[in-house]
């Protein structure tokens, strides 16, 4: 990826390619949503002032999953088929951060 990502977003990737050995195109598209995801949770009052790292994977409620395929619903104007793949990569990451 071209862009700086946190430390834990770095670890998970890590963890995907080498734990998991998955392809690096699935690694790159689940990367790209978790920071998709991160950014939208990042634009919220809840989250605006709060470092990326393990507490704030733990704050991430329900409702703010919700919100975000929402958003990219209607915003992004993903289709259902999007939307799962989003989904996927979250359940994955939050699988990680559970461990």
Do not use: W
Not at 69 to 86: D, H, T
Request: proline share 1%.
């Amino acid at each position: 990826m071209n862009r700086n990502l946190p430390e834990i977003i770095k670890s998970y990737e890590d963890y995907l390619s080498v734990i998991q050995e998955k392809a690096s195109s699935t690694v790159y598209s689940y990367i790209v949503h978790i920071m998709l995801l991160m950014d939208y949770l990042k634009s919220k009052d809840k989250y605006q002032d709060l470092k990326i790292d393990e507490r704030f994977m733990n704050l991430i409620e329900l409702q703010d999953l919700y919100g975000f395929l929402s958003y990219v619903k209607k915003e992004r104007n993903n289709s259902s088929f999007a939307r799962a793949r989003k989904i996927a990569s979250i359940h994955s990451t939050k699988e990680y951060f559970c461990y």
